[in-house]
């Protein structure tokens, strides 16, 4: 026993002799909320531009709300730093050269890839996100639309304090609700970057310009800077289209629509379309809101051609009619079914077209689909090589069986005068 | 090795300084003249100015002197006065035969007192002397009379103090060990509560019982502590904490491997499963082994409270047991190695809480935590009103005045606050001094490696616990090693009409408790109508 | 024999569970989809059937020598230099077997937790927990892993159960679309890690009741296969084609682990369980080691040894390998052959050598029953 004693102490003696590796305490880290990825304006092309928004503890603490409104519009929610290297190892080295901080990026949920980046490929990243231990596979992907990931920094979050927060919440809370987006993280992205037969997508982050109200306090001090009347918000809008590890193109709200619907992750969101009135024969707008929906992709090969068949069999509400006076008769509601359908496959037809025709990129994993229910053919054909030639072909059957359910919580809507 | 050693020096130091036996004088019997005697009890209670010594006459029917001697406090003012009484009654006329001894006829007609016995050896007699009895001398006689009257003052039997509960007996032990043999046996009326008395401490001669169910205890355990006891060779046992020490397996260990309480219904419920608890004189606290350590996270209030409050307070305290040793150490690693386990916002609350702070986290948990233990003990030291305002000034006026100041953070203060009441809402103080000490160590151990550290700390005290017993018990039983039939009343507290057997491992005799299935149901109908 | 404690055939059951599990929670799914891709799965069931043989194989050898130790009667069934021989290959087996346990098990804190701390660090803590434990003795290890042995599940149940929302089966189809063979090498894995089992020869001479640790054993068996094939499945389901390219996938999925918003990076708390299975897991081997080799010694008391082993451990997990690409490379060049050789082939041989010299009639005359 006194000689296990012995060796206890002796044991802890080493340990805290030997020193502390890898401590650091809070207040001396430079916590990275987003990570920002571009491509150099000017300079070698194979060089990196790696940005960071670093939170200060401080501002945090005060309070977003605050912050937002009282004058100088342009604040930022934290520090934004940058740097240029060869890989972005490199460029996170030479970025903490400018940062008094230690450098801690296992905060930074959000990686945001300027768009010059995306469209001239993101291959030699990858590597980098894989394999470093900051990175989780969690982390939220997007794509800056029409601008470089150091311009989204400066964007003002509003609802929280935390610029990656905000982003999260609005790509994974709300965004949902719109249907006009698509959450992809970083093990989504690697998978579609590896799996054959589907491409990837990526989420697009738009910076919003908000004229800022002229409130009295803050005239002058807006007056006397121009620039800054306006305010800088996120939005998002449309999904960027990758063709192998470059971004060839991107999708608007329609067509993502169109591609969420193919793919079932379409869960909730409004469609408006024409109906004919069933008494007066004038075509009368009727917006239908989603309850559910769900699609099956099957693959079938007829006359040695693979055809694709989506179905797509959703529910919803009727959210409203532009006209009063409309019966809710089943025949009535047989015509919003039938318009709904028409307006999904309408939907989905845009985004067929523009990924079979203009960037000839399966997003949908039409592919892979393929791959699973007939990997004979699959092999016979060679299809991991000549799926993306093929793809453009291919025929792609769209079924919608749609029903609207509940008409709110009135039947009738009332009758004008 | 260093310490093999220097034991190895110090064995013939040991060897010629043994002092012989003090037990060894040879046996001394009463002379038959009271004179002799006297100057013995006088030699002997030489200064002892609480001895007195009361000589009269006894005629019966002739005067023959008598020599009472007792110590003032501690033998009953009452016995002692009726025994004079009725010794020195001169009308009484009886008939004594010639040939009875005297002391025989005073012990059967003359002296009105429960227990009374004849002695002849004269250092037995100064051992009663000691502990409160009275003892008469007569002139001429070769036997003196020992009168029982051990009746000094005694603390009345209150509510323990240590373990209060909100609903169970308010009867605590006291010091007296005849109150507390009183007040087991008032719970348990049968025969077989067996109360074997010892007395361990050749000054103190301290009165220990060793006490059991038979037929439900394992005869093994009660000779090990029989054993155990026997070999405790020593001058002075003051408190059962002496005894503790002495009869513990690991006595390295910083877990007790002893429990140790104030109640008798506690001290009753241990021994209906089987156990063995020891009395000590002169304290109120008793010692129960074997002692399993997941007893410590229970209070006998689990037994009489429904069963599922009770399961649930039991999950509590095991929850408490862990924030009380693990929270400070959990604090340091998170905020110094494993930043990212928290939240964004809250790593930033906890950044811009500590941007002030000089030190690092360690050093302010080290520091927060002394602060914490010298509140806690100036609090139990003072009393108890100033105790409250102690501690009071102390949270309220340093913490606040330590936060404003930037010397801690608040973080590290609820992290410090926190622990303290996980602590204090153990039920046995006893555990909680194993975890508090331990909780230096992981915090050093969360300091340098992290979290991997803690678990480091926390598998080396997993090792010494599975190698800990109590008296053979496996100290971790019935979670390692494993015994499923006891967990109804370990993790869990079954009801009680679902207890039907005792735990397994303390090794019992009678395993049924009680009848199967006496689940409470509703009367049947055809009951129901009259 | 040099250890007087006994363990129930339960307890020999959890360190069995622990022998196997303590590090295939780290490695397996990848060095499983490694060949087999996404029918990993499938190798966690295919590997039980060596793995039930090996558990009946031991059970046949114990059988015929039931208060035995392996060093005693293997001297008995092939003479004393053979004897000593094969039981110095099996040394050698778990000296290599406890510095590559060791080895992925610090590389695993090196580059998950703090990849600034020098791995000598984690290998001596690890070694002296492990030293420790085997001091105190069988009793106590098998205590320890009992006490651990229903954290250790709780983190694979909920591993399971907080991303059963992110499984994607598609990824699991098409099945066998490589064929069987990567599946049936893939298995391979598996196999060598239930090999483990054969320290079962060491220690079940040291069960109080020895007829039972057939049933117990075969018990584990099966909670190693409900334990690994939800895993295997699991990391397949979420990450797909990345399964074979990570280090440490189950670990990955720890970190993927995200619920409501707040349960997230976890990964530490799963970390600190883990390295407490693998504790078990060197503290088996250790204890084994110093047994076999106090009793191949003829020491008094195997306690004596245990700190040497621990050095030679230590500096052998230091230099097996200069680089991870080296140490993987370790797995199929001198594991598998190792390992199959000691692990299967080696009982099968005794078993066999039994029943040619005719040592089974003699042993069942006497001790039949047991």
Redesign the interface.
Known sequence: ??????Y?CL??W???A??????????N?A?A?ALGIDKPAQGDSNQVLVSILV?K??E??EGGGGRGTSGASSQMSGWVNFGEGNSVEDAIRNLSTTTSKRL?L??S?VIILGEEKARGGVGDIIDFL?RS?FI???NLLLVASESTALDTFSITPELT??F??EINDLITLSAPRGANTHAVNL?DF??DL??YGKEAVLPLLEIRKVPVEQSPENASAASENLQQKYKKNARLKGLAVFKGDKMVGKLDDMETKGFLWIIGESHSGTLTFDILHPETKKPVQATVEMTRATAEIDTEISDGKPVIRVKIDTEGNLGEFSEPNIPILPGVMELVDQGYARNIREQVKLALNKCQKEFQSDIFGFG?RL???H?EYWKQNNLQENWTNIFPEIEVQVEVKANVRRSGVVLDSIELR | MVFNKLKEKFKGLWADKKTPPPNQEEKKLLSRSLGKNEKYFRDTFNRCSDVIFRKFEVSVPDPVPVLMVYLDGLSSFIVGESVVRSLMNRYLKEKRRGDEPLAEHARDHLISVPEIKPEKDLGKLVDFVLSGDIILIMDGEPEGLVISSRGWEARSVSEPEAEPLVRGPRDGFTENIRTNTSLIRRRLKTSRLKLESLEIGSITKTAVIITYIDGIVNEKLVAEVRERLARIKTDSILESGYLEQFIEDNPWSLFSQVDVTERPDKVCGNLLEGRVAVLVDNTPFALIVPVLFLQFLQTPEDYYMRPFQASFLRALRLVTLNIALLLPSFYIAITTFHQEMLPTSLLLSIAQARSGVPFPALVEALLMEMAFEIVREAGIRLPSPMGQAVSIVASLVVGQAAVSAGLVSPAMLIVVALTAMASFSLPSSHATEAIRLLRFPIMFLAATLGLFGVMAGLLVILIHLCSLRSFGVPYLSPIAPLTLRDWKDVPVRAPWWAMFTRPRLIGYKEPQRQEFFQMPRPPKRRERKP | MLESGKITPGQAGFLMIFTVLGTSNLVMPVLTSRYAQMDAWMTVILASLPHVLLIFVMNGIRKNFPQESIVSYLKKITGKYLGILIILGYLWYMIFTLTMINRTVSEFLLTSFMPETPIEVFIIVMLLLGAWVTKAGLEVLARVATFIMPLFLISFALIFLLLVGEFNFSYLTPVFEYGSKPVIRGAIYPTLWRGEYVLMLFLWPYLNTPEQGLRSLLQSAVIIVLVMLPITTASIAVFGPLTPHMYFPTFALVEYIELVGFITRIDAVFMAVWIAGAFVKIGIFYYCICLTLGEVLGLKDYRYIVYPVGIICGALTIFIAPNVAVFENLFPTVLIPMNLLFQYLMPLLILGLIYLRGLHKEKRGEGDGV
């Open positions: 026993m006194k000689r296990k004693f012995i206890i044991f802890s080493l340990i805290l030997g020193g502390c590796w890898n401590r650091i305490e809070v207040e880290l916590i909320s939170e503890p401080g945090a603490e801690f296992d905060h949920r894989v231990r989780r596979l969690r304090n935390i990656s927060e093990k690697l998978i590896s799996i892979a791959r699973r229910q990997l």
